[in-house]
């Protein structure tokens, strides 16, 4: 891997540390985006709208990053919009009975050294290789 | 204060999102694609994240309180249990499928031109709305 990709991986990285313990020393709250959605959908008033206001700070922070560097996603262009609905299903179904995700098991809680997110992650990165495989390499789809 | 510093650590967490790569399915599924040609970065994002983190938490746990609040909103470490492993692997096909996970599919909203999040983020809501449906294995063995 070229230096290019490294050094832009391990900042966004520090970005990402930097944002989840400042919320810890600031709210006192873990920065797990899946939780934070579950928030949105449960919560009423103050505690809702602190949510929305994660949310869309996030949304900001990523169309800055886009504003600035002039890199814009690219949608895939065959990629099946059901099979997108889909993918967001499971991932929404899933990290709600798992209660979190890449970010509340897959940063905060190995940060933390918990045991449920040690597993939590190890089951989830598995069966996503194991699905990339199947999807890619079985049924030809990128 | 408190709002301020929510919308500003999402802001930080969304540049950071875009900044790593993890806003790009491409090089997530590069990531997963083990068997393919397959791209590392992504175990330098989560490496320098929980590095930072992990040093970060241990050092503010020591604290009395949040900055903004009366405690911290952290629950005991729980155990692994059959919901944990079902949701996870629920998750990991999801993620696997697409190479969205929640905090890039909601980031990328605010990209123009890409309406491949909307249709990921409305699934992603429905499910989330769904899980709130699932039985709790706890409740059902308290109550007999």
Redesign the interface.
Known sequence: ?ALA??L????????????????????????G??GI??GF??EHGTAF???V??????????????LF?GQ?????SA?P?W?????????????????G???G????G???????SF??VG???????????L???WWGIY | MRQFSQFVCGLVFGLGLALAGMTSPQKVLAFLDVTGTWNPALLFVLGSAVGVTGLAFHWILQRPRPVFDSCFHIGPPGKIDRKLVAGSILFGIGWGISGYCPGPGIALLGAPGNPETAVFVSGLLLGSGLAFAWPDQQAKTGRT
């Open positions: 891997m990709d490294f832009p991986a391990a900042g966004g990285g520090l970005l990402i540390g930097a944002a989840a313990s400042g919320l810890l020393l600031l709210n006192g709250r873990i920065a985006v899946s959605l579950r959908l449960a709208r602190e949510r206001l994660f949310l869309l700070g996030l949304i900001a922070g990523s169309a800055l990053y886009a560097s814009y996603p690219v949608p895939r990629f919009a099979l997108l609905a889909l993918s967001g299903l499971l991932v929404g179904l899933g990290t709600g009975l798992a209660k995700c890449t970010s098991h897959g940063v905060c190995l940060a933390r050294l918990s045991r449920r597993g939590a089951i989830f990165l598995g069966t996503a290789v194991l699905t990339t495989y999807v890619r390499h």
